[in-house]
Each structure stands twice: as structure tokens, then as C-alpha cells.
């Protein structure tokens, strides 16, 4: 099959996510042959470095050979066994793995496929635990202005895209919404620790009035990813945890695109300090392998579940629930990260991308240039409302995967890029920017 068959079959078969299909009359699909470290391989052989992790989700590369070697030596053993009733090696290794990275505080771990599910998963088990507690009107939750949790109908209730959010208006239930602390929002001569102090402050204002109905808050610690790499201070977590316990309102840590090192720690949550009723992963942790999602949740809340009657229990589950390769590669992934020292090699990393980077903050036309752990971002100047789509083809023909949100650029590479490549990317970012500005004219 060559690339133009390729292509037209997958037009006509594929339904691609989060995509206007008539885009591609104007904008070719890229076919993906192989991975190869940081690096995608179309059908053609050209390759492209992948600055986004595949949507946030690849860590250490494409078709790495230790994850290779744990799903070859998994797919031999057992693939697949459901997890209720049942239990195997895999999701108990992993999950005492992931509760000892949260030093025990977060013992319990429930499973599901997706990130959504994940956000689907912590809002119902706040929800049922405070009915179990004999508190049913709390079942109101409150995000963060810009927050995403995912888009199947309950996670996209307390996303705030409006894009994502109006074609669904009527299937979702309204949440409370406040001010998000995006250190870009702060007045002038206000520090980002000062204005995630007053945003924290509306936060404790609003529970302190509505706590009666309200289950949840639920927030991305660090960086609201999809919101275009906004980042808050650390101090907003912790006024928000102290607010939360101060009203009795559970509190919801969403780190499906900030955990897994994304940050600068294991756990975005590590930074402040703060400890969360309910800690959602996915993306990375299956390395980028496999579709895995995770909540761990407390002992306290686990307690409230925990009795003779069956409809006290979390009534919850997914058929992939605790998928043995998915955990396989999970663990794998894990090892990666304490074998490799990994953390520590990444301050390195971005070190270098910082001091190699002085050309680009100083283009004319980059604004707010922001990094925190792997992740980097930039806005663009008077961009217009076609910019992210230039900018995207405009990197594939620098050989790079670039998928600018609105006026952000953002870079969030696999923890193996190394100097060549990043100054590949470097490079080739500074011409993309220049050609997707001046095909505007
Ligand atoms: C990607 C993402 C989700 C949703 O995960 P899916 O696997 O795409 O359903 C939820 N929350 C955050 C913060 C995300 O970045």
C-alpha cells in the first residue's frame, strides 16, 4: 500500500479524534510506519521529532527496548484477566509501587483505560462516599476556569473548553467555576504566589458558602495543560488543600498530563507539599504504550466503602479494568525511572534546552515564555486565528511534531531527547514560527 492509498483509506475509514475531517482536504494526514526513540518514521522515511509526546503520553521513546522486552515476556504469560474476582502479579506490584510514591498516604488504587475514566472515577467515588456518609446533597463539584479532565460527559462537566463544552451543553451538569490562578492573570506588580493566593482565597469564599452541596474540587496541580500550558504557582495547592479541609470538601488531584515527572518530580503534588483525597494518572504511565488510567485514593475514603451491604461499595468498573500488559509496561516504565535516575537527568535536559533556547525568547513576537519540569511554552504575539494550524504544518516541514494550542506553542518531549535534538528543535521552531507568520501575508 503506498502513502496516497494510505492516506484516502484512512479519510474514508477513520473517523480521526478531535478533528474537523473536512481539515484534511487542505491539510494531509502524516502516516506513521515506526518509532524509533524520540523520533516518528512516515511511510515515506521521513522522520519527525516528536516534541509533544504523542499527546503527552510517550516518556522514554518510541519502541523502547526494556518496555518491549516486559510486554514480550508479559504476552507470554497471561494477556489478559478480568479484575473482579480475580488478581495477578502485575496490578499488585504496580499498585504498591504507586502507593509507596505517595509514602503510603494514598494506599488504594482503582483501575480503569483512559484519562476520562479516571476523572469519571474520582467523581463518583467522592460523590458515593459522602452518601455513605450520610451527606447526599454533596454532589456538586467545583474546576478551575480553563480546567480539562477529559470529554465523556461527566469529566467534561467540570472541563471548562468551550469549544469541547457547547455542542454538549445539554447532556452536562453544571459545576461551579472559579477563577483559574495562571500566573499570566496576575496584576501588575502582583507575584504569581500572590495572585494564587487571592485565587485560592475566591476558592475558600465559595466552599465556605456552598460546602453543603459540594463533593469535590477538582484541579491539574502545576500546569493546566490543555488550557495551553498555563502555570500557577505551588502555593495555590496548598491554599486550596488547607480550604478544602477547612470546609470538608475532597479535593481531586488531576495529574494524567502533569504526573509522572512531567513536572520536575514524580508527582506534581510533591512540589507543594500537598497530599489530594484522590490522585488521578494516565498518559505516561503506561510509558505510551498501552491505554492505562489509575485513581488512588486514601484509606479514609477507602473505609467508607468498605462494609457487608454490595451497594456500599464502589460500584464502578471498565472490562480492560487493571489490564495485565498495560501494569506490565506500567512497571517497566517505573523501572526506567529509578534505574535511569531520570528525574535528575531531565534537570539537565532542561538546563540545556534554557541556555540553548535565548534565541527564540528573544523573537519579537514570543510572549510569556514559561517552563516548569519537561514542560515548555511560549504565546505568540498577534497571532491570528489560523496561526496553530500554520504552526503545525509549518513544523512537519521542519521535521518536528508540533501542535500549538490557540497562540501557545508548547514543547513537551520524551525524557531521551538529547542535546543534537534539542537543538533540532530549537532550530526548527524558530523557522516554523518565522514561515507560519509571514504565510499569513
Ligand atoms: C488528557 C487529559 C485527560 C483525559 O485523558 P484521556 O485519556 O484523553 O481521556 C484528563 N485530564 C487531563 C489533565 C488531561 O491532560
Redesign the pocket.
Known sequence: MNNAQLLQRSLAAVWHPCTQMKAHERLPLVPISRGEGAWLIDTDGKRYLDAVSS??VNLFGHANPRINAALRDQLEKLEHVMLAGFTHGPVVELSERLSALTGGALGHCFYAS??????EIALKMSQHYWRNSGKSDKHRYVGIAGG????TVG?LAVTDVALFREAYAPLLRPGITMPSPDARLAAPGESAADYARRCAAALDACLAERHAEIAAVIV?PLVQ??AGMAMHDPEYLRAVRAACDRHGVHLIA?E???GCGRTGTFLACEQPGVLPDFL?L??GISGGYL?L?VVLSTDHVYQAFYADETARGFLHSHSYTGNPLACRAALATLDIFSSDNVLTANRQRAAFLNTEAQALMQHPRVRHWRQRGMIWAFDVADADPRFAQRMFAASLEQGLLLRPIGNTVYFMPPYVIDEEQTAFLLKGTQAALDAALESRA
Open positions: 499527546w503527552w483512559d484519562g476520562a475514566s479516571a476523572t480539562y479532565h477529559g470529554e469529566a491539574e495543560c490543555a488531576d494524567i498530563a502533569v488521578c494516565s498518559k491505554p488510567s
